[in-house]
């Protein structure tokens, strides 16, 4: 009975050290947790982020080549890519029908203020193989992407967001030679490749950062012939 009593009044519990101690490794452990989980986080939110930005800027290559791949000439004096077309801005004859008298002409314009990738339809008037007139302001107009920039090269300079190709002598196209821009008249009608490039950036962030997808396209204009290489697109062919 006296032992019962005895630790019946033995109140000494922990000391001030001990309860530090356990709170610092207490301390620890959740801070590891803590991370874990907010490493967890934003790892699920960069996957998202570059999933998000890679699909929004694959739907607007698509539509950019699917434009490019249906240009054609008006006549055989008048080539699918317009002279004065740039780095930044591409004007087009295109027939998305197959079978249309009056093609549109389409211009594809990055705009680097708001960082949007846009589209402006010029629906004639008249019929081929007769002259068609365009409107001065586009008839109908669309927003391809927003939050893309201009890819980066090595060195971290901006690149075209356009770039055209010609032929060379033994007809295959000249890739490391773009022709310069704006196009003069003489260069748009030896154009037989328009190539695009940009970076969609995620639409959470808004930033340019690792996240960003690079998303690349090209087409063949008209119908360009290698045995001729001279003639650029074939303009007799695509406007029959």
Do not use: H
């Not at 699917?66 to 240009?71: A, E, G, K, R, V």
């Amino acid at each position: 009975m006296s032992r019962l009593r005895a630790l019946a009044r033995d109140e000494s519990g922990f000391s001030v050290t001990e309860l530090l101690m356990a709170m610092s490794i207490g301390s620890i452990v959740l801070w590891a947790l803590m991370q874990f989980f907010v490493t967890g986080i934003k790892s699920s939110n960069e996957l998202s982020d570059r999933v998000e930005a890679a699909q929004r800027g694959r739907l607007a290559m698509d539509r950019v080549t699917t434009l490019m791949d249906s240009m054609l000439c008006l006549n055989a004096a008048t080539p699918p890519v317009v002279a004065g077309s740039t780095g930044t801005s591409v004007t087009f004859y295109a027939d998305l029908a197959g079978a249309s008298a009056t093609p549109v002409k389409y211009q594809l314009t990055y705009d680097a203020a708001t960082k949007q990738l846009n589209e402006a339809q010029y629906v004639g008037q008249g019929a081929l193989p007769g002259a068609i007139t365009y409107p001065g302001s586009p008839t109908r107009t669309r927003v391809l992407a927003t939050n893309v920039v201009p890819a980066r090269d090595g060195a971290g300079a901006q690149q075209p967001v356009f770039r055209y190709y010609a032929f060379q002598a033994d007809g295959t196209v000249n890739e490391a030679a773009p022709l310069a821009v704006p196009l003069t008249a003489g260069d748009a009608s030896t154009v037989v490749r328009v190539a695009a490039q940009f970076r969609a950036n995620p639409e959470r962030t808004k930033a340019e950062d690792p996240r960003s997808s690079l998303i690349a396209g090209q087409s063949i204009v008209a119908s360009a012939d290698a045995n001729t290489p001279a003639a650029g697109p074939n303009c007799y062919d695509d406007a029959s």
